[in-house]
């Protein structure tokens, strides 16, 4: 079966750190690239950042530019979202999920995590 | 333009057809596919439509969706109580350099 879980959340002061893992199963994850999406409590997606099949290759939203880094390892099917200077605004759920495409602007996301809760709060 | 605009509800009966619309701007669905997700409650997103109007295996084919333009749709015909859900359309954005949502529409069916 094809399924991504996520884990690491939790409850972290403003100005604090946090790392997400996202393990992956059921498929080839170094042939695929792979997103961070978020979704505040009541409120809709938000594409956070993105990392290609290798790991050369890193784009992010400009919310998070300087505090968030994406990462993978291949060899242990694990993506990984280290989540620096947190502030309230960052508090959400957490989704990874692969991307499937034929060129970057076709992408979509086909399988998703079933999410991980980060809630930014002193 | 940070989100694609979408209405915020919908609603229809069951057996009726409901639409929700999606626009956007030239740098994204202008120029770009649309994508379409389906949350149920409490539940992660869901890949519905991809592509515009293509579905993904196990979906319905009572879900469809068109793109015109800066502009998209999502069909839904044979509305059914567990269609009720937040659904969301998606595209890349070159300026963004990154994918766009929509602001999410949430379908209550009466």
């Known amino acids: 079966e094809v399924q991504l879980v996520e884990s690491g959340g939790g409850l972290v002061q403003p100005g604090g750190s946090l790392r997400l893992s996202c393990t992956a199963s059921g498929f080839t994850f170094s042939s695929y690239w792979m997103h961070w999406v978020r979704q505040a409590p009541g409120k809709g997606l938000v594409w956070v950042l993105r990392i290609n099949s290798d790991g050369s290759n890193i784009k992010n939203a400009d919310s998070v530019k300087g505090r968030f880094t994406i990462s993978r390892d291949n060899a242990k099917n694990m993506l990984s979202l280290q989540m620096n200077s947190l502030r309230a605004e960052d508090t959400a759920v957490y989704y990874c999920?692969?991307?499937?495409?034929?060129?970057?602007?076709?992408?979509?996301?086909?399988?998703w995590g079933q999410g991980t809760t980060v809630t930014v709060s002193s | 333009q940070s989100v694609l605009t979408q209405p915020p509800s919908a609603s229809g009966t069951p057996g009726q057809r409901v639409t929700i619309s999606c626009s956007g701007r030239?740098?994204?669905?202008?120029?770009?596919?649309v994508n379409w997700y389906q949350q149920l409650p409490g539940t992660a997103p869901k890949l519905l439509i991809y592509?515009?109007?293509q579905r993904p295996s196990g979906v319905p084919d009572r879900f469809s969706g068109s793109k015109s333009g800066t502009s998209a749709s999502l069909a839904i015909s044979g509305l059914q109580s567990e269609d009720e859900a937040d659904y969301y359309c998606?595209?890349?954005?070159?300026?963004?350099?990154?994918?766009?949502f929509g602001g999410g529409t949430k379908l209550t069916v009466l």
């Open positions: 998606a595209s890349w954005d070159d300026s963004l350099n990154g994918v766009l």
């Open positions: 030239s740098s994204n669905i202008g120029s770009n596919a």
């Open positions: 592509s515009n109007n």
């Open positions: 999920a692969r991307g499937r495409m034929t060129s970057e602007t076709t992408t979509r996301l086909d399988v």
